[in-house]
């Protein structure tokens, strides 16, 4: 008695209320993502065009003049831009991983996906909530 | 001279050691590093702060051993971390007048998930392990923030058959506001509608269970009872009706 005590019948339209609300707020978090990565990408962007303006500079350049210095002035006076570049560029990509960044929502919804397959659940890319049939072995 | 050669071997050994071990516990951190985690003040539109305000506070019921964090101790047999893997922490215990260091390792991204998830449900640690190990453990993992107050330990599980069982209604009678989070499906048996399964971790520092769960529990906190979604498990295990001495 006690044990069926515990398992109370569920109450369909509490359930479907329940997912209902439950799929509104995955929407939710993975749309509030969609901002901050668009700028990320809008940063990448930028970075992309700086790093082909330096290059074009340095094909450009018809005339190469040969001069005995040495290798720390060379980057810190004629190659400034270059080395400031590179540095950004490390610090874009290794300190604060843009290239994940930009695909931010992608990453939740994957995540998503794998905390809900042993529900019999999933969802797509904007949150929206795949209810498959839930298969559980029912021992006889 | 023999001796001076041999200090200063001793010496460079000691400089290499401290080096490889510092280069393992920094290669391990960027391995755990993970640029996208997750904004714990995503902002509510009207109608889910409504709906929030509705529904009850729910309580979340977090296991220990292999699910938060993973431990071992010198006297272990089978070794399930690689030797050499730096700890996070260690802690000391006394279990029947023996003292027993234990090397703990925390699953990746432990402390952010509890700082998150702490903000949502009221959290409950329930291992099968002592008291003693179970509260040094808690204690760590809590680092005084006061987020981990309520805990059982062994002496609040039910004796089964086959293994420790935890009993969710000795919590809160009302179970459509409780959820466990447990690597073992035995350890809910009772409970299959509650609970919330999670790989089992040892030592892989690549490990994301926890991240891809924090939009999960976000979402968990709306419904009116969390059995609408988590009785949809398919791990648990079958609910034995009765059991039968032969």
């Known amino acids: ?140 | 001279m023999t001796t001076i050669a041999q200090s200063v071997f001793c010496f460079l050994a000691g400089f290499f050691n401290f080096f490889l071990l510092y280069f393992r516990k920094t290669s391990r951190a960027y391995c755990k590093y993970q640029v996208v985690k997750y904004h714990s003040n995503i902002p509510m539109s009207p109608l889910t702060t409504h709906r929030l305000l509705t529904v009850k506070r729910k309580i979340l019921v977090l296991d220990l051993d292999e699910t938060l964090i993973h431990s071992h101790h010198d006297g272990v047999l089978r070794q399930t971390v690689k030797p050499g893997t730096p700890s996070d922490f260690t802690i000391r215990v006394v279990i029947d007048r023996h003292p027993v260091k234990f090397s703990v390792h925390e699953r990746p991204h432990v402390d952010y998930f509890l700082s998150v998830v702490s903000q949502w449900y009221e959290l409950v640690v329930f291992t099968a392990s002592m008291e003693v190990y179970g509260t040094s453990v808690a204690d760590r993992l809590d680092r005084g923030r006061g987020i981990l107050k309520r805990r059982y330990f062994r002496q609040h599980c039910t004796m089964e058959v086959g293994g420790y069982t935890k009993d969710l209604s000795a919590i809160h009678p009302d179970l459509s506001s409780i959820c466990i989070l447990d690597n073992s499906p035995g350890a809910y048996r009772k409970f299959p509608h509650n609970a919330i399964p999670i790989p089992s971790w040892f030592s892989d520092p690549n490990d994301t269970c926890l991240l891809n769960l924090l939009p999960f529990l976000d979402a968990l906190r709306f419904t009116s009872d969390v059995r609408s979604v988590l009785s949809r498990n398919m791990q648990a295990l079958p609910e034995t009706q009765s059991v039968q001495y032969y």
């Open chain 1, 1 to 140: 008695m006690a044990i069926q005590a515990r398992r109370m019948p569920e109450d369909p339209s509490t359930a479907c209320e329940d997912l209902k609300f439950f799929e509104k707020r995955l929407t939710e978090v993975i749309t509030y993502m969609g901002p901050t990565c668009t700028r990320w990408r809008i940063a990448i962007v930028i970075f992309a065009v700086l790093v082909g303006v330096i290059g074009s500079k340095y094909f450009a350049n018809e005339k190469i003049e040969i001069f005995q210095i040495p290798m720390i002035d060379m980057f810190l006076t004629t190659h400034l831009d270059f080395t400031l570049c590179f540095f950004v560029g490390l610090l874009l990509f290794a300190v604060f991983g843009v290239h994940r960044r930009i695909v931010a929502p992608t990453i939740v919804a994957r995540r998503c996906r794998d905390a809900l397959s042993p529900f019999s659940l999933s969802c797509d890319h904007n949150g929206k909530l795949i209810v498959k049939p839930a298969v559980r072995n029912s021992a006889p």
